[in-house]
């Protein structure tokens, strides 16, 4: 696109692995356009499949939103993306998506900075997303930020929606085959896959007959739980104490444990569990950094990112509360028609 004009406007990306969301905010909080799409984390798909569905949603954000030919989209464009887990990739991402010519200025960061705008007046906490995978940022009154790689087992990761979901098998796998407890999952994920036998499944993924995919099998396992599985809850505890053990070290780190200081959680697998997990670590932080508020973010993480642009731009007063606002109704308009929410995170 071309540079006619750069007007006051705020190009948010919240790509997720699952899903992208654009939104396209005028400096008054006023949503001019969102546009949703499947997940384009260039750490899943690639560089170049990933700016090409941010492109295209991109393109669809400026057309819905009326803006003429040739018009730069916004003044800043704010990406925060999965997968962008180094600040050297979050440089290379900033490059690439500086060079389309959205905007005249650009920030990329990882997606869990974007959650914690979101569920915070000013950006300051710690933010724990556990969605399809898992991480943990926060940041400082004074600037100062602490992070971890989320680069998966090989960066000392447990958690995220696929992880549990292996585990899921791999429980009842080993229930059936006597090296593990007995364990209600093991009739579970018989009837999910149809077959008599776990061994079938395991034969025909080995084999290629079959492409497993463990994430249907996280809100299984939770379910499973909930029933009063001890194996299945053992699973949930570890999850309780991981999210625990994540927020703690990065308030440790950054001297906030006696601190009153937000914690906000997020992701599909945090927060449609009815709150058994976001109610355990609630009251497990609790003894760890007693004045920490633990929240749920109500807005998706889109909001998050279109926040930071604003921050960035020196937005009006009352633009953060007009955007929430919009969010919060179309939330709500959403659970009305007996949808489901999909902001709370990828």
């Given at each position: ?17 699952s899903k992208t969301a654009v939104a396209l905010v005028d400096t008054s909080g006023r949503v001019l356009a969102d546009v949703r799409g ?81 569920g915070t007046p000013d950006g300051v906490g710690v933010a724990v997303v556990c969605g399809a995978g898992i991480n943990c940022v926060a ?68 084999l290629g007959e079959l492409e497993f995919d463990p994430h249907p099998l996280c809100p299984l396992l939770f379910e499973v739980a909930a ?120």
């Amino acid at each position: 696109m071309g540079a006619r004009v750069t007007a006051a406007r705020v190009l948010a990306i919240d790509g997720g692995n699952s899903k992208t969301a654009v939104a396209l905010v005028d400096t008054s909080g006023r949503v001019l356009a969102d546009v949703r799409g499947p997940g384009a984390s260039p750490q899943n798909v690639g560089l170049a499949r990933g700016l090409e569905v941010f492109g295209e949603l991109v393109a669809e954000a400026a057309r819905r939103a009326g803006l003429p030919p040739g018009e730069r989209v916004a003044a800043h464009t704010a990406a925060y993306l999965a997968g962008a887990d180094l600040p050297r990739e979050e440089e290379d991402l900033r490059a690439a998506i500086g060079a389309r010519g959205w905007s005249a200025t650009t920030a990329v960061g990882n997606d869990t900075f974007a959650l914690l705008r979101a569920g915070t007046p000013d950006g300051v906490g710690v933010a724990v997303v556990c969605g399809a995978g898992i991480n943990c940022v926060a940041v400082a009154r004074d600037g100062r930020t602490h992070r971890f790689p989320a680069l998966g087992r090989i960066s000392g990761d447990w958690g995220g929606g696929g992880h549990i979901g292996g585990e899921a098998l791999w429980l009842a796998v080993r229930a059936e085959d006597g090296r593990g407890e007995p364990t209600a999952l093991l009739p579970a994920l018989r009837a999910h896959f149809g077959v008599g036998a776990l061994a079938e499944v395991v034969e025909r993924v080995h084999l290629g007959e079959l492409e497993f995919d463990p994430h249907p099998l996280c809100p299984l396992l939770f379910e499973v739980a909930a029933a009063g599985d001890a194996v299945a809850r053992a699973v949930v505890e570890r999850l309780v104490e991981e999210v625990v053990l994540l927020a703690s070290v990065s308030l440790r780190r950054l001297a906030l444990l006696a601190e009153p200081v937000t914690v906000v959680l997020g992701g599909g697998v945090l927060t449609g569990t009815g709150g058994a997990v976001v109610g355990a670590v609630r009251r497990r932080l609790a003894e760890l950094a007693p004045r920490a508020e633990v929240r749920v973010v109500d807005v998706p993480p889109v909001v998050g990112a279109a926040l930071l642009g604003l921050d960035a731009l020196g937005a009006a007063q009352g633009a953060e509360e007009r955007l929430r606002a919009a969010y919060r109704d179309r939330l709500a308009g959403d659970s009305a028609a007996g949808g489901r929410p999909t902001g709370t995170g990828g």
